[in-house]
């Protein structure tokens, strides 16, 4: 049960350490461990051709805060972000979808079996980033432009549709930075208060006198899980801190230990 504890708290511990460095947020796309998840995996496709008879609509509908023409997503390292896309193909020629990095030349893409022969559909994949991936970045949110595509079969080859663009907000940082007030979707950044069960926990783990009062333990639910801990700072936080409350408060009453 330990184990579950630490693994689930680590996405959020994760997003609060320090990350000094000006890395360039580009290269973690790039970084080993990146890349498209669901489906299988291609080769990626070197600047290829348009098929403007396949149109793609951006099923994640959340708007940038900077820029309400486009559709945001938000990174986190050791998971990534989904891509959804609707195609409309009367060819019935789409065999899966892709994504291409601002600056890069190369589509990176995955077949999807699903959506063979059809004229119609949902696309959906998801982008991985290694959990060390805002190692070396500045502590902040940093906006990414993609262009997101349908990739089709042509007598030629492979072709993509025209593209949708969305920015992917690499979340380095909590919402206590300002980067990230001005670069999630709207929401995002919403602050909840602590739930009932980390005041629980609280109180029989890290309360004076308590099992784990004085441990390190006890310095890690001051930080992130007491009733002003930098978790309730966002509605993922707040959702990831409750979890983590409740499974670290089965471990104490199934063994009287209090560690994450």
């Known amino acids: ?52 008879d396949v149109s793609v609509a951006n099923l994640i509908d959340q708007d940038c805060p900077d820029d309400p023409k486009k559709d945001c997503v938000v990174a986190l390292p050791g998971t990534g972000f989904p891509v959804r896309l609707q195609f409309i193909a009367d060819a019935a020629n789409v065999v899966g979808g892709g994504i291409r990095i601002k600056g890069s030349q190369e589509v990176q893409w995955t077949l999807l079996a699903d959506v063979a022969g059809k004229t119609t559909g949902e696309l959906s994949f998801a982008y991985v980033l290694p959990s060390d991936a805002c190692d070396g970045l500045p502590n902040l949110c940093h906006v990414i432009e993609t262009e997101q595509f349908a990739v089709v079969t ?37 602050t909840c208060t602590q739930p009932d069960v980390c005041d629980q926990l609280g109180q029989v783990c890290f309360s004076p006198g308590a099992p784990g009062d004085g441990t390190e333990a006890a310095t890690i639910f001051d930080a992130f899980l ?33 560690t994450f």
């Not at 630490?6 to 580009?26: I, Q, T």
């Not at 969305?166 to 300002?178: G, H, K």
């Not at 930098?230 to 801190?241: I, K």
Request: glycine share 12%; with cysteine.
């Open 226 to 258: 007491d009733d002003d801990g930098v978790l309730w700072s966002s509605d993922q936080g707040c959702a990831q801190g409750e979890t983590v409350c409740q499974a670290a408060l089965d471990e104490f009453n199934q063994s009287m230990t209090c």
């Open 1 to 52: 049960m330990a184990g579950a504890i630490a693994a689930s708290f680590a996405a959020s511990c994760m997003l609060l350490e320090p990350y000094p460095g000006g890395g360039d947020p580009l290269d973690v796309f790039g970084d080993p461990g990146a890349g498209v998840s669901g489906g299988d995996p291609q080769d990626p496709l070197v600047d290829p051709p348009t098929d403007e």
């Open 154 to 190: 042509t007598s030629d080859g492979f072709a993509v549709s025209e593209a949708i663009e969305v920015n992917v907000v690499l979340q380095c940082a909590t919402c206590s930075s300002q980067s990230c007030v001005d670069a999630l979707p709207p929401g995002a950044c919403k």
